[in-house]
């Protein structure tokens, strides 16, 4: 079974740093596009960024030049690291497995607080 699992979320205060992790089981992860989204009350759930199989990377413009997306196909996990903390950035984050041809998977998500 395809499994991703979120962690690393928690309160922040403002312009601090935090490091969000998706743990990826269940199928071949290597080679695969992930993706970050966040939503927060009362809000549509927004994309945030895209990692290719390649390395290859796509920021929606809310969080680019602070957030950076990367992997490690050796421990099938995606990162999301956060710099710069707006309380706007407050959501709940969710990891997204996009698998060959159309299949996708929805992790359950991470609490990110940012507030003074």
């Known amino acids: 079974q395809v499994q991703l699992v979120e962690s690393g979320g928690g309160m922040v205060q403002p312009d601090s740093s935090l490091r969000l992790s998706c743990a990826a089981s269940g199928y071949t992860f290597s080679g695969t596009a992930m993706r970050w989204y966040r939503q927060a009350p009362g809000k549509e759930r927004d994309f945030l960024a895209h990692i290719g199989g390649d390395g290859g990377t796509i920021y929606a413009d809310s969080v680019k030049g602070r957030f950076t997306i990367s992997r490690d196909d050796a421990k099938n996990t995606v990162f999301l690291e956060m710099n710069r903390l707006k309380p706007e950035d407050t959501a709940v984050y969710y990891c997204?497995?996009?698998?060959?041809?159309?299949?996708?998977?929805w992790g359950q998500g991470t609490q990110v607080t940012v507030s003074s």
């Open positions: 997204k497995a996009i698998i060959w041809p159309a299949t996708t998977f």
